[in-house]
């Protein structure tokens, strides 16, 4: 058992709270049952679990442990104290693994069967760019494509605002400049359809269809001119309140639910 907070594994797991250290490393720490569980179901690459017996109350977690210890996981005990160092948890359950990142290149991307990918300019929330990826998840999309400084989807707060779907989903990071140039390709067939207060057309008064792309802007500066110019269609979701804007998980939840629900639907809007 690990009983030293000064322990060499330890102290590389505290440093996966810095974007710097996970970017170096490639690598991403996640806490309790659920969501190591959905890291081992889902495929994730766990490069080691880290588990500590005085906390860890759960037969099923136990059972994980044990799983991925037949598969040749390292799976590293440790005394509760070192365990709540690590923890970002009220009540820690007593269980973290290390993952490895995953990122596909941006000439990945090709039409398959989802409903559409999402891409976000500059968002600089994690808690954000979580949610973002769960709705993604939950309406059938591909995945996030992060441009420009946009936060890091394996920071610890927007791997909990995913609740998961950040093995579901897939990651791409590039630059706008990279994203419009793929995009105007003659074999890109995709159509990005950007969210933004002052486009001319209402959410639901559009058709979508796939193969498409949701382009949303930052949080402070929503979409630029130019970044407008790229899209295919613009619209906006209308507000008859004080406020003029809306939380931007919000708003692609908005979007991407309309894009779900024609979908779903026999018929179809002109």
Known sequence: ???????????QIRALRQRKERER?????????????????????????????ELLKSAFAHTL???????????????????ESLSAKEGPQGIGAVVRQRWEPLEAVQPLSELCWVALEAAQ???????????SDAVGGAGLILLDHSAD???????????????????????????????????????????????????QAVAYQPPQVLLMGSERQGLLADQQAACDLLVKIPMVGRSDSLNLAVAASVVLYEMFNQGRSTGSKE
């Open 65 to 83: 442990v044990q799983e991925q210890q037949r598969r040749g996981v390292a799976c590293l005990e440790l005394s509760a104290e070192v365990f």
């Open 153 to 203: 989807p394996y920071d610890p707060e927007a791997v909990r605002a995913s609740m998961g779907a950040v093995f579901a989903q897939r990651l791409v990071r590039a630059t706008f400049d990279e994203f419009a140039a793929w995009k105007a390709r003659d074999r890109a067939p995709y159509r990005v359809i950007g969210a933004s207060g002052d486009a001319p057309h209402d959410y």
């Open 1 to 11: 058992m690990i009983t030293s907070k000064a322990n060499a594994h330890v102290k």
């Open 25 to 53: 490393d490639g690598l991403f720490f996640v806490e309790g049952i659920r969501i190591t569980g959905e890291a081992a179901q889902l495929g994730a690459r766990l490069e080691s679990i880290v588990f500590a017996p």
């Open 125 to 135: 929330d994690p808690g954000n760019i979580g949610a973002i990826l769960r709705t």
